[in-house]
T-cell receptor, first 115, second 114 residues
């Protein structure tokens, strides 16, 4: 079974631009979560989508948004990019089963550099 | 509140055991996880433990949980150079408002010397 895939793997943007990152979950997984990883703040939860609805959101400004499609694929968008948005953005998928651990499986990440 | 703490660095000799420690604050967490991150890669799930368990063993990995002290540890037996990576402890806070959310520690860099 294929793992979580993220595209693109690397991205360079300039301040003020916007960017869209894509995530394809493991087949059959219905929940997709996004995380930002930086050297200073570590891994921080951005938001989670399930059945095309945002169920949970972390403490990030409104410039960070996302969506999920009917096939569970998800995109996240960052508008008006700032230098501090440079980070590794990780996507994780899970079955979102009510029984047992809702184990999250991570993709390789998208490395975003804002100049 | 939700907080997970880990020591930042551990160095061991190849063949020795490694023990990575983690403390967490959310007593309602139902599951606790260990992930591994190699340079330039995403997070690889190593193992997890349910909060009502004390210990879980999976091949070279042993997880110990002291729920009273909110302390979690990961022991890697016979550590190999390929185990060199950053190890993250994560908790899954309980409640419908925490769906899909993991709280991560800062990560422990494990250096294995030949």
């Amino acid at each position: 079974k294929a793992g979580v895939t993220q595209t693109p793997r690397y991205l360079i943007k300039t301040r003020g631009q916007q960017v869209t990152l894509s995530c394809s979950p493991i087949s059959g997984h219905r929940s997709v979560s996004w995380y930002q990883q930086t050297p200073g703040q570590g891994l921080q939860f951005l938001f989670e989508y399930f059945s095309e609805t945002q169920r949970n959101k972390g403490n990030f400004p409104g410039r960070f948004s996302g969506r999920q499609f009917s096939n569970s694929r998800s995109e996240m968008n960052v508008s008006t990019l700032e230098l501090g948005d440079s980070a590794l953005y990780l996507c994780a998928s899970s079955l979102a089963s009510s029984a047992g651990a809702d184990t999250q499986y991570f993709g390789p990440g998208t490395r975003l550099t804002v100049l | 509140g939700e907080d997970v703490e880990q020591s930042l660095f551990l160095s061991v000799r190849e063949g020795d055991s490694s023990v990575i420690n983690c403390t967490y604050t959310d007593s309602s967490s139902t599951y606790l996880y260990w992930y591994k991150q190699e340079p330039g890669a995403g997070l690889q799930l190593l193992t997890y433990i349910f909060s009502n368990m004390d210990m879980k063993q999976d091949q070279r990995l042993t997880v110990l949980l002291n729920k009273k002290d909110k302390h979690l540890s990961l022991r890697i037996a016979d550590t190999q150079t390929g185990d060199s990576a950053i190890y993250f402890c994560a908790e899954s806070p309980d409640g419908s408002s925490n769906t899909g959310k993991l709280i991560f520690g800062q990560g422990t860099t494990l250096q294995v010397k030949p």
